[in-house]
């Protein structure tokens, strides 16, 4: 399956960005890749392995391209997948001097960029001039590790136009990926990032000593802030209950893989932000999606008291124990 007259590029090395790679050069004829470090660059390039992330996943470099710079990976591919961390992203941008306008840029990031607010598509619209109609989101429970393993795993991809959604989605597909197309952009994208907020509070849960019984309510109570905050911001038709919005918080809150339910479980452990993240070698989107989702979801007036929990002790320093004993007597 190629996807015609240019390659297709993807901008990131962290484990996702990896295995997306991994996924699109097993398809494809031709696939760009940025990494800014130069040593893991090199490393790909030599030992056909990222050297810091899934390093058992080997690559053919028959199929894949190391690109020098982002003004290389842009001018040379058509469709172009966006898989970095989203504090990160205006840095990894801020070398772009290359017209983005014509790609179709699709964005893995499941993150709100710090400071400003944004998604990551949000971000690039207004800092890239894209416009909605040459974006997409790709999501889904899907972890990195078992794209590594090649478990059988569900994707969706979410563009304005369904020729679009249909032409990312025959780009991803393979015997162990199955992808469904929709024009959900902004339910994907909110649900990818209210998802980490709430792994965290399930992370805290456990490390706090709650069990089995407090996590399945916890859940339930998480999927249903989650659709108040989409209808409370971007109503519109959709199943709540599908794989990018509920799949997705479901493997996150409980997977062995979770990052943000391995970080809230440091901090329910008695960890300090600071030193949960400085132990882990990834980054936990959950705890940027906190101040972003609270920000907005306080212009909205949505109400989410899982998310304002979490936000209290992440943000405010407030103690997780107390914060859970009162958040306990409002689930149901």
Known sequence: ??????????????????????????????VNWYIRQEESRREVRTRHRNPRYLSDVRFNMEHLHLADS????????????????????????EPLTADL????????????????????????????????AHMGVVSGPCHAEEVAM?????LTVACKAPEDSERVANLLRSDYIRVTPSQD????????ILKNIYAVASGIGHGLGYGDNFQAVLTCNAQDELERFLEGTYPSPRNANASPYLGDLLVTCY????????????????????????????????????????????????????AETIHRILYEGANAR???????????
């Open 255 to 306: 997977s062995q893989f979770s990052r943000n339910r391995t970080f809230g479980l440091m901090i329910g452990k008695g960890y300090s932000v600071l030193s949960a993240q400085m132990e882990m070698n990834m980054v936990a989107e959950g705890y940027y999606a906190s101040d972003g989702i609270d920000h907005i979801s306080r212009q909205h007036g949505v109400e989410l008291p899982i």
């Open 70 to 93: 982002i003004d290389e990976l842009v001018e040379t591919s058509e469709v172009i997948f966006v898989v970095v961390p989203s504090a990160y992203l205006a840095t990894w941008f």
């Open 1 to 30: 399956m190629g996807n015609g007259r240019m390659a297709i590029g993807v901008i990131g090395s962290g484990s996702w960005a990896t295995a997306i790679v991994k996924i699109l050069h097993e398809n494809n004829p031709r």
């Open 185 to 192: 952009i902004y339910g994907t994208e909110y649900s990818a």
């Open 101 to 132: 306008s014509s790609r179709l840029v699709v964005t893995a990031i499941k993150g709100i960029v710090p400071g400003e607010h944004l998604t990551a598509s949000e971000f690039l619209k207004r800092h890239h001039g894209l416009s909605y």
């Open 322 to 332: 107390r914060e859970f004993e009162q958040l306990s007597t409002l689930l149901v």
């Open 150 to 154: 090649q478990r059988l795993s569900y």
